[in-house]
């Protein structure tokens, strides 16, 4: 592995350049530590790429678009995204639902605007959402410390655990009286990517599907990788060095440091950690669970989606997955490796909400679609049929599409196993107990060497905080440090 010289001691050493690996880094470099990172790729980001496919124009995000928990993220918030000139623009409806007879829910930013549009089910869907609001703050930091964090109040962990028993177990199908706010809400869910309806899956609706009345589901302007930029920049004012296109092979090619944050899942630790890893350690990764995958196409389109009903074309992210059974059905079959059926698929429009992101007749369209985990059929075909089903003319749009089954995307970045992006499945016991079941899940059996990835609390998402959790780990265990550094834009010293 080539290694530039690095003046002056390593303090700590980051591999993977993710969000979770950059935010340790920012970490880390806060504390006042000198950090390298190494990357596998020719540029940093992992699921925050952007780069230009088809059009030198037109820019597509490669991994994620959309990111609902940038703006609630405890890291996020202090690190001041919108102080380093990453804008995060949230459209007026954070997500739509068209369903197969032409009727379509909508989740207005204005909880008012959706009680109102969901009829009959109106009162029902504030009860639950307006609680949700009113605790957002609380919500947020229980889930986003991976339920590590002691509640605030007890109102908020019976709050999530009356509505994840209500939304999702089989009494999910019983919550309200009409289709459009069931699906509204199981489309929610499938973000879980598993079986539904499930205890995990319904927390993962009551997290996001209230967000969506609050900050929303923004993408950033001028796509994804403007907050790795903003990420990197900092790293690097503090001292912090890059190596991109290094692959890590084995922990012993790394410079010595007193710490190794991994922004790695349990297969690729398994990998490079090798017969170091004690036995039963390494059984434990092994037995680590992984969820089925999303195949991804990029299109450029001549012009936005031709959604027939004109409050969705306000929405940058709709999903394809039509009534909530059909929706329940779907993904648990996709769960148990079933390959047909009209898949649920989720799509991305970001001009919607950054018309920058478009040019006079090109625009990009993100999708995936919910696959068996390994499965190495191009999407191309059955993405742009599923979008057609609910948006008649979108096929004539089509100027070009890139297809990454999900068996590319394990290629694409080996911690997407199998195309599972999310890096692990949520089931219950992996929701909270991920990589293993560990008091503190960071630190592993090798002295000095951390997991930060979102096979860790508090999991998959654009977040930061398995990275920032994991140097705060690190910084208390490895330089007895408890104060956490200050995130915020600061200039450096000297």
Request: charged share 15%; glycine share 14%; proline share 10%.
């Given at each position: 592995m080539h290694r530039s010289h690095h003046p002056g001691a390593t303090d700590a050493v980051v591999v993977g350049t993710g969000p979770n690996?950059?935010?340790?880094?920012?970490?880390?470099?806060?504390?006042?530590?000198?950090?390298?990172?190494?990357?596998?790729?020719?540029?940093?980001?992992?699921?925050?790429r952007t780069e230009a496919l088809f059009d030198s124009d037109v820019h597509h995000d490669l991994c994620a678009a959309v990111h609902p928990l940038a703006p609630v993220s405890p890291f996020f918030r202090a690190f001041d995204?919108?102080?380093?000139?990453?804008?995060?623009?949230?459209?007026?409806?954070?997500y739509g639902h068209p369903l197969p007879d032409g009727r379509v829910g909508l989740a207005h930013r204005d909880l008012d605007a959706t009680c109102a549009s969901l009829g009959r089910d109106g009162p029902h869907w504030r009860r639950l959402m307006r609680p949700l609001l009113d605790h957002s703050d609380a919500v947020v930091r229980l889930i986003m410390h991976g339920g590590r964090a002691l509640p605030r109040d007890l109102a908020t962990p019976l709050l999530l655990a009356r509505g994840a028993l209500a939304h999702g177990t089989p009494l999910a199908t019983h919550q309200f009286a009409e289709e459009p706010a069931r699906a509204l809400l199981a489309g929610v869910a499938a973000h879980a990517v598993g079986p539904l309806p499930s205890l995990p899956g319904a927390a993962v609706a009551l997290l996001l599907g209230h967000l969506a009345h609050g900050p929303g589901w923004p993408v950033p302007r001028g796509g994804s990788a403007a907050i790795a930029?903003?990420?990197?920049?900092?790293?690097?004012?503090?001292?912090g060095r890059s190596h991109t296109g290094c692959r890590v092979d084995d922990l012993r090619e790394l410079p010595p440091a007193r710490v190794v944050l991994l922004d790695l899942g349990p297969k690729e630790f398994l990998r490079i950690g090798g017969a170091r890893l004690p036995p039963r350690y390494a059984r434990a990764l092994g037995r680590y669970r992984y969820a089925p995958a999303a195949a991804k196409v990029d299109f450029l389109v001549s012009e936005p989606i031709p959604w027939p009903d004109q409050e969705l074309r306000s929405a940058a992210t709709v999903h394809l997955g039509g009534t909530q059974r059909e929706v329940h059905r779907q993904e648990s079959a996709t769960a148990r490796g079933d390959v047909g059926g009209a898949p649920f698929v989720l799509v991305v429009d970001p001009a919607v909400a950054d018309p920058g992101r478009a040019r006079p007749g090109r625009r990009p369209v993100w999708a995936y679609a919910h696959v068996p985990n390994g499965d190495g059929t191009d999407p191309v075909e059955r993405v742009t049929a599923r979008i057609e089903e609910f948006a008649p003319g979108f096929r004539d749009t089509v100027l070009a599409a890139r297809g990454i089954s999900a068996r590319a995307y394990e290629a694409y970045n080996p911690n997407y196993v199998g195309g599972d992006i999310g890096a692990g499945a949520m089931t219950l016991r992996q929701s909270l107990l991920r990589p293993t079941p560990r008091l503190d899940p960071y630190p592993t059996p090798l002295p000095g060497v951390y997991l930060c990835s979102a096979?860790?609390?508090?999991?998959?998402?654009?977040?930061?905080?398995?990275?920032?959790?994991?140097?705060?780990?690190?910084?208390?265990?490895?330089?007895?440090?408890?104060?956490?550094?200050?995130?915020?834009?600061?200039?450096?010293?000297g």
């Open positions: 690996g950059l935010a340790a880094a920012v970490t880390l470099a806060r504390a006042g530590l000198r950090v390298e990172l190494f990357e596998a790729r020719d540029t940093i980001g992992g699921g925050l995204l919108a102080a380093r000139g990453v804008e995060l623009l949230s459209p007026p409806v954070s930029q903003a990420l990197a920049a900092e790293i690097t004012a503090r001292g096979a860790t609390p508090p999991g998959p998402g654009v977040h930061g905080m398995s990275g920032h959790l994991a140097a705060l780990s690190a910084l208390r265990r490895e330089f007895g440090l408890r104060t956490v550094p200050e995130l915020g834009p600061v200039p450096p010293l």
